[in-house]
């Protein structure tokens, strides 16, 4: 499955974004998918979860209550809605994708088969 990221941009602090995740292919239900982000000179670090029909998400404790995953398989779109924004949320959003990935290791930017190629976040204070 190919991945492409869109809706960043510049926000102020306490704004909100969403961001989504177009993913090509007739198979994107069997996909778990899953929004990391990567900071100036930090790791790349998770963000949101997703299983494949919708019905489980994940939450970094950073984000849980801000931040909402979501997906419609119709249309193969994952979405991360980002509300109260904090220049801490600053980074490069990539979304990823993997048909096999299990729980245990969700959390985890190596364990994932496809990426997208990143929409940058910026926000100030």
């Known amino acids: 499955v190919q991945l492409q990221a869109s809706g960043g941009g510049l926000v102020q602090a306490g704004g909100s974004l969403r961001l989504s995740c177009a993913a090509s292919g007739r198979t994107f239900s069997r996909y778990r998918m899953a929004w990391f982000r990567q900071g100036p000179g930090k790791e790349r670090e998770f963000v949101a979860f997703i299983e494949r029909s919708g019905g489980n998400t994940v939450y970094a404790d950073s984000v849980k209550g801000r931040f909402t995953i979501s997906r419609d398989n119709a249309k193969n779109l994952v979405y991360l809605q980002m509300s109260s924004l904090k220049p801490e949320d600053t980074a490069v959003y990539y979304c990823?994708?993997?048909?096999?990935?299990?729980?245990?290791?969700?959390?985890?930017?190596?364990?994932?088969?496809?990426w997208g190629q990143g929409t940058q976040v910026t926000v100030s204070s």
């Open positions: 990823a994708a993997d048909a096999n990935i299990i729980y245990s290791s969700i959390g985890n930017y190596i364990n994932y088969s496809n």
